[in-house]
């Protein structure tokens, strides 16, 4: 039996959209599966890894707040892209988390949001 985040978004959305889509609901319904090591289950903390990623830094130094509303669709597309590549774990979420505290001035944090 597929899952509703097994299903691929339908091909109407914009790259936010498949970016919000992905980082609100696939990507916390995959941490709580037994088999991901992931270090965040919320869907803000997969948002300010993705973001952080894609911007190099604190992503409110780069993109106005709220980010969904000022992500140019290049940002957006290169988030969707990264989304993927962490649920198909070609991409170590627990680095990105890991240098995104780092941009952060924090350090290994338990719970790691």
């Known amino acids: 039996m597929q899952r509703s985040f097994d ?3 339908p091909i109407h959305l914009t790259p936010v959209e498949q970016y ?4 609100r609901t696939v990507m916390p319904a995959l941490a709580q ?8 289950r919320n869907d803000h903390c997969f948002q300010r ?5 894609i911007c ?11 980010a969904y509303k000022h992500l140019s669709q290049a940002q957006a597309a290169e988030a969707v892209q990264l989304c993927d590549q962490i649920i198909a774990e ?3 979420l627990n680095v990105l988390n890991q240098q995104s505290l780092a941009w952060r ?8 949001s």
């Open 7 to 9: 299903l691929p978004p």
């Open 20 to 23: 919000l889509h992905l980082t």
């Open 33 to 40: 599966t037994s088999k991901r090591q992931w270090p965040v």
């Open 49 to 53: 890894i993705v973001l952080d990623t």
């Open 56 to 66: 190099s830094g604190v992503w409110y130094d780069h993109i106005a707040r709220p």
């Open 90 to 92: 070609r991409t170590d």
């Open 105 to 112: 001035g924090k350090g290994r944090t338990a719970g790691g």
